[in-house]
């Protein structure tokens, strides 16, 4: 009897023969191989394997992807295939051999990519989701509205302690709500995790005194799996409020794992995800992704960014962000990141693009290279945000704040040109 609990994948396939390419797929993701073997049973098959159940050719092309044969041309495609959950079970790691596993190197395949994936009910409630979300993230802020503004800590890497010291300080001072380490930041020797956490936390307690409002730091604690509760008790015994992890390099089930005893928000950044998910011949698609990295327990989630100096066009970025915010079982929702070349031009593209103020906007530059320093560099990208929901022009906004003595959105107009 079939287990009546289907997981649903769609793929983008090239192949010369499409519906036998699709027939290898399933096969060889399920109870199949390239040859009958003794034992492969029609119980087994009937239970077990998985299920073509649509087909929607495309038209011809070239071939996407190297292969050891090399036909001129080849067959685009759209298949819809069924994974009884039998297979399966709940598991993360087990449901990504089998959905986005070996059938990237079958040789009939120039082109695949899992563009969708529908899972079962039971799956999901499986997983607990984000802990904190949009909401346990504003309020351990104290900041109950509004597109909340970051920075990471610039330059990124070679930084000494008082260096260090200095960039937390100036920014803490700016009244912004998140300071994050860079990916490449992790616990080197010469400014070792330890250090930043007694250090940031220090110049962001003392920011507040003086400022009234407390910043957040999400502390890079991607390194060795071994390691990992140890350095989040860490940066939680010392006051800190936020971890980051690198949830391509360490993986979806050593973040489900950290979600297991995380007792602040995990900012989920998508350091190496490009490498599955720029070719849209290969990979997996961002919006099958974020579904299990929100299962396994992200609380933020980067998305790239509209006029972003990454590959993604602005419509597939306002996709992510919407993917993001879409309902997943009973999980509540993470808060999306934006980063790379965010400034005041973006504000405006962004609303219009995703509708949304529940998002986390990560500036460098638009923040550290505004003319009047960090400060007036985050107040004028909550000053953008303003005109962005209100439909004001940025001209107009920048000239009214510039009418009441504060130029920080004017300035920032002139340093960052549209389009930049």
Request: net charge negative; hydrophobic share 45%; charged share 20%.
């Amino acid at each position: 009897m079939r287990d009546p609990r289907r997981i649903r994948c769609t793929y983008y396939i090239e192949a010369v023969d499409v519906a036998r390419a699709a027939a290898a797929l399933a096969g060889e993701q399920s109870s199949g191989t390239f040859i009958a073997v003794p034992g492969e049973s029609d119980r087994i098959r009937e239970r077990h394997a998985a299920e073509v159940v649509e087909i929607r050719e495309l038209g011809e092309c070239a071939p996407s992807l190297p292969s050891r044969r090399r036909p001129e041309w080849v067959t685009a495609a759209e298949v819809v295939v069924e994974f009884p959950m039998v297979n399966i079970g709940t598991d993360i790691a087990t449901l990504l051999t089998a959905v986005a596993g070996n059938l990237f190197e079958l040789v009939e395949l120039y082109a695949c990519r899992l563009q969708s994936i529908e899972l079962p009910d039971e799956f999901v409630a499986a997983h607990p989701g984000p802990a904190f979300g949009v909401a346990g993230t504003r309020k351990l802020m104290g900041v109950p509205e509004g597109v909340l503004i970051g920075t990471i800590v610039k330059p990124n890497v070679g930084l000494v302690e008082e260096e260090f010291r200095g960039v937390v300080r100036e920014l803490a001072r700016a009244s912004i709500d998140l300071i994050k380490d860079d990916e490449l930041m992790t616990d080197p020797a010469y400014l070792p995790l330890e250090t930043r956490v007694r250090v940031a936390l220090e110049e962001i307690g003392d920011a507040e005194q003086v400022t009234g409002h407390r910043t957040m730091y999400a502390f890079n604690i991607t390194g060795d799996l071994a390691g990992l509760q140890r350095r989040h008790d860490l940066v939680v015994e010392a006051g800190g409020n936020c971890v980051m992890l690198n949830i391509p390099i360490m993986g979806l089930p050593a973040l489900a794992w950290l979600r297991g005893f995380a007792q602040v928000p995990v900012h989920g950044h998508r350091a190496g995800l490009a490498a599955s998910m720029r070719s849209p011949a290969l990979g997996v698609d961002f919006t099958v992704w974020q579904q299990l990295a929100r299962l396994a327990g992200a609380d933020h989630v980067h998305a790239s960014g509209l006029g972003s100096k990454f590959y993604e066009r602005d419509e597939q970025v306002a996709a992510n962000i919407r993917s993001l915010q879409a309902p997943l079982g009973t999980t509540i929702a993470p808060l999306p990141t934006l980063s790379s070349g965010q400034n005041v031009h973006t504000p405006g593209p962004t609303f219009a693009g995703v509708g949304s103020t529940d998002l986390l906007m990560l500036a460098g530059g638009g923040i550290a290279g505004h003319p009047d320093g960090p400060a007036a560099g985050v107040r004028s990208l909550r000053q953008a945000w303003t005109a962005a929901v209100s439909g004001n022009p940025l001209a107009d906004a920048a000239a009214a704040h510039a009418a009441r003595g504060d130029s920080a959105l004017a300035h920032a107009l002139q340093t960052f040109p549209a389009g930049a």
